[in-house]
């Protein structure tokens, strides 16, 4: 049966009787002691002799309730010790940020599903998807690299995009293949730099593939966001919005998901049958090259599938497993006229020179 209230003051002496029988040594709650009575007990049953041992520990807590407090039961040890206040971030506090910050987070990743590109030039525009770089690899094909930079530097309305593996960016078990390269880590990230940084080239997009991103590789690019293209981890959905109010739809991605040996853009038709509607459809990865282009039949809408074979022109890895080598479509050009209908308004290549005499002799034809 509960204790009815007590008041202040008899709970006061209650309670400055048990410490005083801590003082003397008698043993808190839990403490196992040789005494007949615990500190407590002793305390109340001095108070209140006739009081049943069971309304002991009753008389205790109503005495708690009405004070406000519990005895000291430090006043046993032999050492008092500072409370030292707690280093980590109370709960509650710690939960209410990282509700902050999952509300972020997750609206960061929402803007990037199917974001909007404003492109001013009122003509028609390429864009050269560049396949897999490797640009430190010994391999890479440099000179023809720099004639492609060169062609977008020196082509009004060509941009250029990214489709992954900048750089070898060996980890791992793979970390050895350092000793087959002639450049060092260093000189890697400087060549990235270059490649992003300096080269001339207007970025539309750039994407992050599984070379760039092992080691935790992609704070250098991440840096160069602010203000510039957009960075993406593995793939970008987004559409380009022209001053004539078209607009372009395009899934970039290092790769999509599916194989087959038949086929070399089975990941990115599987993505277009079941996906979506998107205009184009391109990726890296392979490095090998292929284009397609369609109408879907249920949908009345046009669409190119792309893949782009990159600038490694020898992996040594590959003939061991048994596949060529091809020798064209290191980058992939989409070519988008805002003016055309149906399968005009996007064109593809498979090599950048003629690619960007074909967007030379549209834009004359548009009057641009």
Same mark, same amino acid.
């Given at each position: 049966?509960?204790?009815?209230?007590?008041?202040?003051?008899?709970?006061?002496?209650?309670? /400055?009787? *048990?410490?005083?029988?801590?003082?003397?040594?008698? %043993?808190?709650? +839990?403490?196992?002691?040789? #005494?007949?009575? @615990?500190?407590?007990?002793?305390?109340?049953?001095?108070?209140?002799?006739?009081?049943?041992?069971?309304?002991?520990?009753?008389?205790?807590?109503?005495?708690?309730?009405?004070?406000?407090?519990?005895?000291?039961?430090?006043?046993?040890?032999?050492?008092?010790?500072?409370?030292?206040?707690?280093?980590?971030?109370?709960?509650?506090?710690?939960?209410?940020?990282?509700?902050?910050?999952?509300?972020?987070?997750?609206?960061?990743?929402?803007?990037?599903?199917?974001?909007?590109?404003?492109?001013?030039?009122?003509?028609?525009?390429?864009?050269?998807?560049?396949?897999?770089?490797?640009?430190?690899?010994?391999?890479?094909?440099?000179?023809?690299?720099?004639?492609?930079? /060169?062609? *977008?530097?020196?082509?009004?309305?060509?941009?250029? %995009?990214?489709? +992954?593996?900048?750089?070898? #960016?060996?980890? @791992?078990?793979?970390?050895?293949?350092?000793?087959?390269?002639?450049?060092?880590?260093?000189?890697?990230?400087?060549?990235?730099?270059?490649?992003?940084?300096?080269?001339?080239?207007?970025?539309?997009?750039?994407?992050?593939?599984?070379?760039?991103?092992?080691?935790?590789?992609?704070?250098?690019?991440?840096?160069?966001?602010?203000?510039?293209?957009?960075?993406?981890?593995?793939?970008?959905?987004?559409?380009?919005?022209?001053?004539?109010?078209?607009?372009?739809?395009?899934?970039?991605?290092?790769?999509?998901?599916?194989?087959?040996?038949?086929?070399?853009?089975?990941?990115?038709?599987?993505?277009?049958?079941?996906?979506?509607?998107?205009?184009?459809?391109?990726?890296?990865?392979?490095?090998?090259?292929?284009?397609?282009?369609?109408?879907?039949?249920?949908?009345?809408?046009?669409?190119?599938?792309?893949?782009?074979?990159?600038?490694?022109?020898?992996?040594?890895?590959?003939?061991?497993?048994?596949?060529?080598?091809?020798?064209?479509?290191?980058?992939?050009?989409?070519?988008?006229?805002?003016?055309?209908?149906?399968?005009?308004?996007?064109?593809?290549?498979?090599?950048?020179?003629?690619?960007?005499?074909?967007?030379?002799?549209?834009?004359?034809?548009?009057?641009?």
């Amino acid at each position: 049966m509960a204790q009815p209230g007590i008041p202040k003051s008899e709970a006061a002496k209650i309670i /400055e009787a *048990i410490e005083r029988k801590v003082r003397e040594g008698l %043993a808190p709650p +839990g403490v196992h002691t040789s #005494n007949k009575f @615990g500190a407590m007990a002793a305390a109340i049953k001095e108070l209140y002799p006739d009081i049943p041992r069971g309304s002991i520990k009753g008389k205790y807590m109503a005495a708690v309730r009405a004070i406000g407090r519990e005895p000291d039961w430090t006043q046993t040890k032999p050492l008092i010790f500072p409370d030292f206040p707690i280093p980590s971030v109370p709960t509650e506090k710690l939960i209410d940020r990282l509700a902050e910050d999952f509300e972020r987070r997750y609206a960061a990743e929402k803007a990037r599903k199917w974001y909007k590109v404003g492109v001013r030039d009122k003509g028609p525009i390429a864009i050269v998807w560049f396949g897999d770089p490797h640009l430190d690899d010994n391999y890479c094909n440099w000179p023809l690299l720099r004639q492609h930079v /060169e062609i *977008i530097r020196k082509t009004p309305g060509m941009f250029g %995009a990214n489709v +992954g593996d900048s750089e070898n #960016n060996w980890a @791992g078990r793979l970390a050895h293949l350092y000793s087959e390269q002639d450049t060092s880590r260093a000189t890697a990230k400087q060549l990235v730099q270059w490649f992003f940084g300096e080269s001339g080239v207007d970025w539309l997009l750039i994407i992050f593939g599984n070379h760039d991103m092992w080691n935790n590789n992609t704070d250098i690019l991440s840096r160069m966001e602010r203000g510039g293209a957009p960075i993406a981890n593995w793939q970008a959905q987004f559409k380009l919005q022209f001053p004539n109010g078209r607009e372009g739809k395009i899934w970039a991605s290092h790769d999509f998901p599916g194989n087959s040996m038949w086929n070399p853009l089975h990941g990115p038709q599987k993505m277009a049958k079941f996906t979506g509607d998107c205009h184009l459809y391109v990726c890296g990865h392979k490095h090998n090259w292929a284009l397609y282009q369609s109408e879907d039949d249920h949908r009345s809408h046009t669409y190119w599938l792309a893949r782009a074979r990159g600038y490694k022109y020898v992996d040594h890895y590959a003939e061991k497993l048994g596949f060529g080598s091809q020798e064209h479509g290191a980058s992939i050009v989409s070519v988008f006229d805002p003016e055309a209908e149906g399968p005009g308004f996007v064109q593809c290549f498979a090599d950048v020179e003629p690619a960007a005499d074909y967007l030379t002799w549209l834009r004359k034809r548009r009057g641009v």
